[in-house]
């Protein structure tokens, strides 16, 4: 069941992350290798991603 928790809060945490410099997969990994926590502090910490402009527009 604490496997469970802490997959699911490693979840929310890469939802959080999702448009922001790493990406839900990179917020998704870091919070599980080291802890969801840190991984909502990573999420806090980081820039959000530029959009990327079409230079054919």
Known sequence: ???LIY??????VALLGKNRK???WGY???SLLLTPIIGLLLVLGAD???PVE????
């Open 28 to 30: 998704f990994f870091g």
């Open 7 to 12: 997959l699911v809060a490693s979840f929310l």
């Open 54 to 57: 079409n230079p054919k527009s």
């Open 22 to 24: 790493f990406g839900f």
């Open 1 to 3: 069941m604490l496997y």
């Open 48 to 50: 959000k991603r530029k």
